[in-house]
């Protein structure tokens, strides 16, 4: 069975290390207004003002923070070097469980996506479209985590 595009297996501990701190970042932002990469940005031409000072003037432009986009990035690529990095032993089961797992993923995104659109409104709704955005990778790594869970559980019980 061919298993090209798959990640090697050592990219799964690579994806936690990036998952976590990035993880971290995001609900610090999120919750703590945490700003790690700003930048100021001119009103009339769109460009960055730099300044040699450390007391920055807004009267000139806007603060853009960039943290939310960084964790953001880092969250999904750790998502996805976890998710689709090789088992140690990848066969047709192991595969057949991938799929499993990642077409309930989709199922249980979906199911929660229309849930949200008929039950979240205005600003609450973006926050949950958001969170959706990982909802599918999440789930497919649960899933998938407990369906290979059992399998051993089950081979260990014959």
Do not use: C
């Amino acid at each position: 069975m061919k298993t090209k595009w798959l990640f090697p297996h050592r990219f799964r501990l690579i994806g936690w290390l990036i998952f976590v701190p990035f993880t971290a970042l995001g609900v610090a932002n999120l919750y703590a207004d945490f700003n790690l990469f700003a930048r100021l940005i001119s009103k009339e031409f769109g460009a960055p003002v730099m300044k040699s000072t450390d007391v920055v003037s807004y009267s000139f432009g806007f603060m853009d923070n960039f943290t939310d986009e960084i964790a953001a990035i880092g969250v999904i690529v750790g998502l996805l070097f976890i998710a689709f990095s090789r088992e140690k032993i990848e066969d047709e089961m192991i595969s057949q469980l991938r799929l499993e797992a990642l077409q309930w993923s989709v199922y249980a995104n979906y199911i929660i996506l229309t849930i949200a659109i008929l039950t979240v409104y205005e600003g609450a709704f973006l926050d949950v479209m958001m969170y959706n955005m990982f909802t599918v990778l999440l789930v497919f790594i649960i899933r998938f985590r407990w369906l290979i869970h059992r399998n051993n559980t089950n081979l260990l019980a014959l």
